[in-house]
């Protein structure tokens, strides 16, 4: 069936590093993908979207591109403030069904 | 707008008890689903619905729980009798008029404690 797996946490970076956090699925068909960040103590929150091959997504400096060919929606930022620090979730949507990857924690230190 | 709102936002109760979690969606979104999130086992899909008709409840957990939406507005998840093992954040979400390439907009959760 299908599936996200993202890179385990937790993920931790200095202030203005590089970030890229892994994410690859499997399924049939063409899905839509979506990360969300989620902050303490809130819902998740769309932070971008993709819906078809090489469609790229931005959001507040992160970006990802919908790699068909590897499967993949890597999330990358040039440099991560410590306001970052949060649970970061790729997804996959399709045929009325949604799946979430396991999460990514990731702590941005001063 | 208003966002998708839960109430209430913490629930502490003894084991046995009824528990009822409520959602308000977002005005002119007609897809609601409830979510589950532990540190063991992530976010789970509990159910959802799709103007009004539940279309997949195979993530619930057992006969304990229960999902309704009486209107196109809201839902209520009803777990009875509860049991310790059900503590987690709930977390319910809507989202437009398709599954497939709509983002979903999350509540703020209800964390609920089962003593």
């Known amino acids: 069936g299908d599936s996200v797996t993202q890179m385990e946490g937790p993920v931790t970076l200095s202030e203005e590093a590089f970030l890229t956090i892994n994410c690859t699925y499997t399924?049939?068909?063409?899905?839509?993908l979506f990360w969300y960040v989620q902050y303490p103590g809130e819902g998740l929150q769309l932070l971008l979207k993709a819906t078809k091959a090489d469609d790229k997504g931005s959001n507040k400096g992160f970006e990802a591109t919908y790699r068909k060919e590897t499967t993949s929606f890597h999330l990358e930022k040039g440099s991560v403030q410590v306001s970052d620090s949060a649970v970061y979730f790729c997804a996959l949507s399709q045929n009325d069904k949604i799946i979430f990857g396991k999460g990514t924690r990731l702590h941005i230190l001063p | 707008d208003a966002g998708v709102i839960q109430s209430p936002r913490h629930e502490v109760t003894e084991m046995g008890q009824e528990v009822t979690l409520r959602c308000k969606l977002i005005s002119g979104h007609n897809s609601l689903f409830w979510y589950r999130q532990t540190m063991m086992r992530g976010l789970e899909l509990l159910i959802y619905f799709n103007n009004n008709v539940p279309i997949d409840d195979s993530g619930m957990p057992e006969d304990r729980f229960s999902a309704k939406m009486p209107n196109a507005s809201f839902s209520t998840l009803k777990i009875q009798p509860s049991e310790p093992r059900d503590s987690a954040v709930y977390f319910c979400a809507s989202s437009g008029d398709s599954l497939s390439n709509q983002p979903q907009h999350f509540g703020d959760g209800t964390r609920l404690s089962i003593l």
């Open positions: 399924a049939t068909g063409y899905p839509s």
